[in-house]
C-alpha cells in the first residue's frame, strides 16, 4: 500500500527552481533513501511534505489524502513525523523533557512511548536526566530521532542524520532505521552517506539539480557502476 505519493513535484525559490517534476512513493513498512549532493533538492522535498515551503505545483498525497493547504501541525496530527537536518534538540531541556514535550497523548501514552524511546536508544535512557547540550553529537542525533517518533508517526521524514557524525556513530543511527520500520513506522531518509543509506533502506531515488536521476531497489543502485560514479561517490 503507498502511503505517500509525491506527484510532479515543483518547488522555487524566487525564480530559481528547487525541485522539478519529482515523483517519490513510499510504502507503508518501507524505508526509501533519497540520496544527492548538497543542493540536490532533498531536504526541500522534506520540507514539502511536511509544509515548511509551498510548491509551485504538482501533488503531495498522504494515505490518498492530498496535503495541500494544511499547516504543518495538522500533518504531523495526520501521522507525518519529521526530524530536520541539524538535531535542533531543546539544550535547555533534559533527555526526557525533550521527548515528553512531543507527545500529545495521555499520560499512560508518554509513559508507553517513553519506554519505547528508552528501549530503541538505550544511551538515552542512561541520561534521561541530562539536559540536552551535555550530550554528545550522536546522542543528540538519537534524541531529535526518538522526540520525532514520539506522537508513533506512520511516516517519518529523517533529514540528513549522519551529518557530523563519525562513522561508527553514523551506522549506530541508521542502524535504528530497520528497528523503526519494524515498528510500524515507513521512512523516508533523506542522505548524502549513500552506501549507508542503501545498506538501511529497500528502495533509493537519487536527487541530481532538483531531478529524479535514477532510481530502483537499493541493491540495484548499489550494485550500478554507472550510478556509484555518477551520483555515489564511487
Known amino acids: 500500500m503507498t502511503l505517500l505519493s509525491i506527484e510532479a513535484l515543483e518547488v522555487r525559490y524566487g525564480a530559481v527552481p528547487a525541485l522539478r517534476g519529482v515523483s517519490v512513493t513510499v510504502g507503508a513498512g518501507e524505508a526509501v533513501a533519497l540520496l544527492g549532493a548538497n543542493g540536490a533538492g532533498k531536504s526541500t522535498l522534506m520540507k514539502a511534505v511536511i509544509g515548511l515551503v509551498r510548491p509551485a505545483a504538482g501533488r503531495i498525497l498522504f494515505d490518498g489524502r492530498p496535503l495541500e493547504g494544511l499547516r504543518a501541525d495538522r ?20 533527555v526526557r523533557e525533550n521527548l515528553l ?18 528501549a530503541m536508544f538505550p544511551a538515552l535512557a542512561a541520561r534521561q536526566g541530562v539536559l ?10 538519537m534524541l531529535a530521532i526518538g522526540r520525532s517518533l ?46 549507508k543509506a542503501l545498506g538501511v533502506c529497500s528502495r533509493g531515488v537519487v536527487l541530481k539539480l532538483g531531478q529524479v536521476a535514477a ?9 550500478s557502476d554507472e550510478v556509484r560514479a555518477a551520483f555515489l561517490g564511487g
Open 75 to 94: 500533518r504531523a496530527r495526520m501521522g507525518v513525523g519529521y526530524c530536520p537536518e541539524g538535531r535542533r534538540v531543546f539544550a535547555g531541556m533534559t
Open 101 to 118: 514535550v512531543a507527545c500529545w497523548g495521555g499520560g499512560r501514552q508518554r509513559a508507553q512511548r517513553i519506554d519505547a524511546m528508552f
Open 132 to 141: 540536552a547540550w551535555q550530550l554528545s553529537g550522536g546522542q543528540q542525533q
Open 150 to 195: 514520539m506522537d508513533a508517526p506512520r511516516l517519518l521524514l529523517l533529514d540528513e542524520p549522519s551529518l557530523g557524525l563519525s562513522p561508527l556513530l553514523t551506522d549506530e543511527v541508521l542502524g535504528r532505521i530497520p528497528a523503526i520500520v519494524a515498528g510500524g513506522t515507513a521512512v523516508l531518509l533523506a542522505e548524502q552517506n549513500a552506501a
Open 215 to 223: 532510481e530502483g531497489r537499493a541493491a540495484d543502485l548499489a550494485a
